[in-house]
């Protein structure tokens, strides 16, 4: 079946020049002493907010420069469809962007940065998709008042590239082993099965029939990537979800390695001590450890659902983070992989919703070291419901990552994992569904 057309519109290569000549004591606050940021908005989307470095006025940005990008907005057919659709009473189609000297954030509810300029960048969307790429501007833009033949310039590259993405739904939650639907237009066309299951105290490496004659040689990496004893207190454990293909051949697995405790005193799963899952491929007739999530449930105001996930080289090399961010316990929320992209916190320091992290145990981001001549621009998105909601999650993986079925069903084992880390992370005071509690839990 053929992929789902997406545009990836990216935001990037800001800077900021402002003469020394305009810089009235009352009129500019030059960047040189203080920080400058911007509000990127695209009708329809969520504000994204960049950093925007200030370059000496003597300076040009350097031709090549590697392309740093700020914010990106993901449009499906639908966004596509109304943007050209747009009546001619509405007006163009305009990317904004006001630009602020100053700190981010609210003092006392007031904003804290000082509005110096806006620019708005005319979009023509019609066709992007297959086209190789599309710039609709790149280079310097004079922003503010004049002064003395004088006035700032804003530095910014705004581009549209085709990102085609397979799309799945599942038809149900996880946790009930539901089939899983590949998506085209109106078009469903089921492609894997799921089979929900809780691995027993005499059998923790179980994951499905197929492979059981191989698993004892599982143990050994298992335990060295979790902890698989028994703890007293509160706990939820042994949760295991494997994906299958039609002639029911097992393609993926996700399995709890560390379980999931109340911390101490409390009756939530602590950022000092998550649970984690593993994400599994078939190889050489056993499972591999591919991917490794964490989860935890946040403490303070925002209450979320904190995780993290990793790359697992092989040869035993240290996890590389591809995302580190929380989503809303009550509204759940997307997770996202998008190497390049502020809309993921594990890659560069602007994203409204994730904080601002760098890579650990993989020195740069440089696209020379694994897993980056892999993986590049979007990964990945999954759909996450919050507590209490009926879970159906949508999954889209980039065509350019996916070579066979395994792939794609790797991401689909980690969506459910995730989805899975939102009740394993509810409070031990609420009480879980069903089908998420071994028999002698729903007898005590």
Known sequence: ???????????????????????????????????CFCKIKLKNFPLQTAVVPFIPP????????????????????????????????????????????GRRGTTCGVNSGRLLAKVSVPLDLAGTESRPSTVFHNGWISVGKEAKGSSAQFHLNVKAEPDPRFVFQFDGEP???????????????????????????????????????????????LSSFGSERERPGKERKGWSI????????PVAAASMSTPFVASPGSDRVSRSNPGSWLILRPGDGTWKPWGRLEA???????????????????????????????????????????????????????????????????????FGLWPYCLYRGFVMSASVEGESKCSKPSVEVS?????????????????????????????????????????HDLLS
């Not at 494997?242 to 051949?249: A, E, I, K, W, Y």
């Not at 991401?411 to 459910?416: D, K, R, Y």
């Open 1 to 35: 079946m053929d992929p789902c057309p997406f545009v990836r519109l990216t935001v990037g290569n800001l800077a900021l020049k402002i003469p020394v000549a305009s810089k009235p004591a009352r009129s500019v606050v030059h960047p040189s002493s203080s920080p």
């Open 58 to 101: 003597e300076n040009q940005f350097p031709d090549g420069h590697v392309h740093n990008v700020a914010a990106t907005f993901h449009l499906n057919k639908s966004d596509l469809e109304k943007f050209a659709g747009k009546s001619i009473f509405a007006g163009k189609l305009c990317l904004r962007i006001s630009i602020y000297t």
């Open 175 to 221: 946790e009930c082993s539901p089939q899983v639907f590949q998506i085209q237009g109106k078009i469903r066309q089921p492609v894997f099965t799921c089979k929900f299951s809780f691995r027993s105290t005499g059998d923790r490496n179980q994951r499905s029939r197929s492979l059981q004659s191989d698993l004892g040689s599982s143990r050994s990496w």
């Open 242 to 249: 494997t994906v299958h293909d039609l002639s029911g051949s």
């Open 296 to 366: 935890w449930r946040e403490r303070g105001g925002s209450d979320g659902l904190g995780y993290r996930f990793e790359l697992i080289p092989d040869m035993g090399a240290a996890g590389i983070v591809l995302a580190e961010s929380t989503l809303s316990s009550h509204k759940g929320g997307k997770f996202l992989i998008d190497l390049g992209s502020s809309s993921n916190g594990r890659v560069t320091p602007v994203n409204s919703n994730s904080p601002a992290c760098s890579p650990r145990s993989s020195g740069d981001y440089g």
């Open 399 to 439: 065509v350019q990552h996916v070579n066979c079925t395994e792939d794609a069903a790797a991401f689909v084992a980690l969506a459910a994992a995730l989805d899975l880390s939102m009740d394993a992370c509810r409070l031990f005071s609420h009480r879980l569904r069903k089908e998420l509690c071994q028999p």
